[in-house]
């Protein structure tokens, strides 16, 4: 066995919380480093599902020796995909919380479309969520803004991976993060005008941030609203949230005005569900293989071999010229064809999907985070046939998919 091998333990976790979504995943270091991370924490089923969730999660983590997430990722602005977050936050220090940036018009109109109203203390979050985050009990030591991405802005993945230093256990910064300017439009965000750079940063566009060289977090926000609405609709919407931060504004008044103009400009569009982060996870480069793997359901091991990357999508869309921007971006570095864990789009959902799209991803593991006890009926049907040759799992208010890996990096 040659000195220049690097073994790390790769442990994920898709949690049965019926109809959310909340997975995490640990990677440690055959030296004693290791990083946890979360991606998405709420259910719209029992809080108490999501209770217990969090609590075998904390028992993972104190056997991994992980005592903070260093990542935690917030998809979009659901309920069911953020119930959990006050709980989580309050449970664990969180070193990086990853959040899609949206200007605070195209944040208002998530709240329209919700039915958050002025009154309600969640409304807070949409106007300034970096203030109402860190307003919740616990700590939170850093909030990482992710742009709008194109295809272009994609990060090349070197042959081989970056060699960094590797740091002793009392070196807790184990993340390289490729930061970047604000972008204009956060000119007169609250997110901005609120908070210090040292708590609130943005990530570059096409930015991922690196653990020891070896491992990748890819994340990609597709805000395709902005391009849909027209400059006048923009500079109206912005107007309005402009003045949401007057105290002599009537909030409810405002928000109304806002309303109308939305409904007018869009009619019965239902945006928010094209509004949500996708993250890879996985290996740089191409020297990282599986020496041995367990999960809870069978799983085909030699193709596991070296396709292990996930591909966490929250409740995004990949129809049409959605599915052709999401290929672009993630080709680089052939990051799609590393993808073996792959989570379907919007619990399976009919609306996010389209015919043939599994042949285009080929997982290994297909994993549908849903009830179908409940009213909304996912997985739609039609979405769990396509998914079907590639293993589908159902993680749901029982069953979840648990995942445990050796790796070696040559």
């Given at each position: 066995m040659?000195?220049d091998?690097?073994?790390?333990k790769?442990?994920?976790?898709?949690?049965?919380?019926?109809?959310g979504?909340?997975?995490?995943g640990i990677?440690?270091?055959?030296?004693?480093?290791?990083?946890?991370?979360?991606?998405?924490?709420g259910?719209?089923?029992?809080?108490?599902?999501?209770s217990?969730?969090?609590?075998n999660?904390?028992?993972?983590?104190?056997?991994f020796?992980?005592?903070?997430?260093?990542?935690a990722?917030?998809s979009?602005f659901d309920?069911?995909?953020?119930?959990?977050?006050?709980?989580?936050?309050?449970?664990f220090?969180?070193k990086?919380?990853?959040l899609?940036?949206?200007?605070?018009?195209?944040?208002?109109?998530?709240a329209i479309?919700?039915?958050?109203?002025?009154?309600?203390?969640?409304?807070?979050?949409?106007?300034?969520?970096v203030?109402?985050?860190r307003?919740?009990?616990g700590?939170?030591?850093?909030?990482l803004l992710?742009?709008?991405?194109?295809?272009?802005?994609?990060p090349?993945?070197?042959?081989?991976?970056?060699?960094?230093?590797?740091?002793?256990?009392?070196?807790?910064?184990l993340?390289k993060?490729?930061?970047?300017?604000p972008p204009?439009?956060?000119g007169?965000?609250?997110?901005?005008?609120s908070?210090g750079?040292?708590?609130?940063?943005?990530?570059a566009?096409?930015?991922?941030?690196?653990?020891?060289?070896?491992?990748?977090?890819?994340p990609?926000?597709?805000?395709?609203?902005a391009?849909?609405?027209?400059?006048?609709?923009?500079?109206?919407?912005?107007?309005?949230?402009?003045?949401l931060?007057d105290e002599?504004?009537?909030l409810?008044?405002?928000?109304?005005?806002?309303?109308?103009?939305?409904e007018?400009?869009?009619?019965?569009?239902?945006?928010?569900?094209?509004?949500?982060?996708f993250?890879?996870?996985?290996?740089?480069?191409?020297?990282?293989?599986?020496?041995?793997?367990?999960?809870?359901?069978?799983?085909n091991t030699n193709?596991m071999y070296?396709?292990?990357?996930q591909?966490?999508?929250?409740?995004?869309t990949?129809?049409?010229e959605?599915?052709?921007?999401?290929?672009?971006?993630?080709?680089?570095g052939?990051?799609?064809?590393?993808?073996?864990?792959?989570?379907v789009?919007?619990?399976?959902?009919?609306?996010n999907?389209?015919?043939?799209?599994?042949?285009r991803?080929?997982?290994i593991?297909?994993?549908?985070?849903?009830?179908?006890?409940?009213?909304?009926?996912?997985?739609?049907?039609?979405?769990?046939?396509?998914?079907?040759p590639?293993?589908?799992v159902q993680v749901?208010?029982?069953?979840?998919?648990?995942?445990?890996g050796h790796?070696?990096?040559?």
């Amino acid at each position: 066995m040659t000195s220049d091998r690097k073994f790390f333990k790769l442990r994920l976790d898709w949690w049965p919380v019926g109809q959310g979504l909340f997975a995490s995943g640990i990677i440690k270091f055959n030296q004693g480093n290791a990083i946890s991370w979360v991606y998405d924490c709420g259910t719209v089923s029992s809080q108490t599902l999501l209770s217990n969730a969090i609590k075998n999660y904390e028992g993972i983590c104190q056997g991994f020796d992980v005592s903070c997430i260093n990542l935690a990722v917030l998809s979009h602005f659901d309920w069911d995909h953020i119930s959990g977050l006050t709980k989580l936050i309050a449970t664990f220090r969180v070193k990086i919380l990853l959040l899609p940036y949206l200007p605070l018009w195209q944040r208002l109109i998530l709240a329209i479309e919700q039915g958050v109203t002025t009154n309600d203390p969640f409304f807070e979050f949409f106007v300034d969520p970096v203030g109402y985050l860190r307003g919740l009990d616990g700590e939170i030591e850093e909030i990482l803004l992710v742009p709008p991405s194109s295809p272009d802005d994609a990060p090349d993945d070197p042959i081989e991976p970056i060699v960094l230093e590797e740091p002793d256990d009392t070196v807790e910064r184990l993340i390289k993060v490729d930061y970047a300017e604000p972008p204009d439009e956060a000119g007169d965000d609250p997110v901005i005008g609120s908070h210090g750079s040292a708590s609130t940063r943005f990530l570059a566009r096409g930015g991922r941030l690196q653990f020891l060289g070896f491992w990748e977090f890819v994340p990609y926000n597709d805000a395709e609203m902005a391009g849909r609405a027209d400059a006048v609709f923009v500079a109206d919407a912005r107007r309005l949230a402009q003045k949401l931060k007057d105290e002599k504004t009537d909030l409810d008044d405002c928000l109304e005005e806002l309303k109308r103009l939305y409904e007018f400009k869009f009619k019965n569009s239902i945006q928010r569900n094209l509004i949500s982060l996708f993250l890879y996870s996985g290996p740089i480069g191409n020297n990282a293989h599986l020496s041995w793997h367990r999960a809870n359901n069978y799983i085909n091991t030699n193709r596991m071999y070296n396709k292990f990357s996930q591909m966490h999508t929250g409740d995004g869309t990949l129809k049409g010229e959605y599915w052709t921007r999401f290929r672009n971006f993630y080709h680089k570095g052939r990051r799609l064809e590393k993808v073996g864990i792959f989570q379907v789009m919007h619990h399976g959902a009919i609306g996010n999907s389209e015919d043939g799209m599994a042949d285009r991803l080929k997982p290994i593991v297909s994993i549908f985070s849903s009830n179908p006890a409940t009213h909304q009926r996912h997985p739609d049907a039609a979405v769990l046939r396509d998914f079907w040759p590639y293993h589908p799992v159902q993680v749901d208010d029982e069953m979840g998919f648990h995942y445990f890996g050796h790796i070696i990096r040559q």
